[in-house]
């Protein structure tokens, strides 16, 4: 992030004192979505966008809160028993009251924090606020931090404090993203792996479709308590199956016509997404780009037909880049219903493909869409400079 030093100083004249800076990356699923509240696979890598937080404790227990963002001044004081509030600071005070109930002494503590990962984007800016903050929070208070024990209590907040059910793979690659390296999470386990994510013959390019439709948070509970109703479901066949994970596609076949049509729909969505996000890992690994890019291809359609969380922007953005000759595939990524599409282009193709969809896209959409070449980045760090 550019302009550290004048973000410092800015801390000093608003607070009167030096700042410790902390930051954590945005993120971009490359495949496995909606898979991680199934206790599933996914695939994200942490970019190289960041939310920056400079931190100075205090005496007492106020927490003042001020964002480039938003004109307003938050405060609240530290108490396990916060309530979320109408304003931008949930996330804040999410992850303040979480922490305090996973029985982390806090402080007091002045904060201002600046972000290069777009709101609302479906790049995860509130995990990145959540882990920035929450991190910040346990240093200043002298604590050693445990990166999956901090991801859970922010993903708690999300639950509590943001109302969205989400499962822990966007706070997770916050804190444990690895340069160059995209993570495979087992979201059941916790288990993780660091998959290379080689630059030199493609890029990841995000492609942010400029929408967000209201639907985003409410769908996306729907949809959970959908794949719950296919578990309960297919459990009486299947005994003892705690969640999608569990179930091969073999058995759902079997099975599947015994259920309503939009809880079938849901279910063979994960289902077959945790096996596509398996055979993805293999093909990076392996350097199959193209048939990496079929899977995003397929994951995509899988979204749209069976979860039914895509909308006519992402789809148009995905059919643009389909036909690009330059693309290995593309796809929506994140929770749905606007943000962004995550598209493997190949290298020198990329200049390309950004200036044809840019071109295409805001002529039928009416809108300029914002693209990032991203580069995978490390997760949440003290910044010394
Ligand atoms: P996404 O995570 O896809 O970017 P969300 O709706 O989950 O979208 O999170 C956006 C919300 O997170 C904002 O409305 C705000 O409450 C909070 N937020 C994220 N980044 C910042 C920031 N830099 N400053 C203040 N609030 C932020
Ligand atoms: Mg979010």
Redesign the pocket.
Known sequence: MNNLQDFRQQFRQLYGNEPRLFSAP?RVNLIGEHTDYNDGFVLPMAIDRR?VVAIAPRNDRLVR?L????DDQIEFELSADLKPAN??????RGVAACLLRDEYNLRGADLL???E?????????????EIAVGHGLLKVAEHLVDPIRLALAAQKA?HEF?G?Q?GVM?QFIACLGQAGHALKIDCRTLEYEAVPVDLSEARVVIVNSMV?HEL??SEYNLRRAECEEAVRRLAGHLPGIQSLRDVELEEFDQWADALPENIRRRANHVITENARTLAAVEALKLGQLSHFGKLMRASHESLREDYQVSCSELDLLVEIASRHSGVFGARMT??GFG?CTVNLVKADQVENFISEITEAYEWVAKVKPECHVCQASGGVREESQ
């Not at 990962?117 to 509130?126: F, H, I, N, Y």
Request: include cysteine; hydrophobic fraction near 35%; aromatic fraction near 4%.
């Open positions: 945005g939310t809160c964002s480039t963002e938003f304003d931008w600071a949930n996330h804040v924090i600046t972000s990962v777009p709101l609302g984007a479906g790049l995860s800016s509130s995990a990145a606020l999300e943001a969205t989400c966007d967000k985003a948070s994140g929770g943000g």
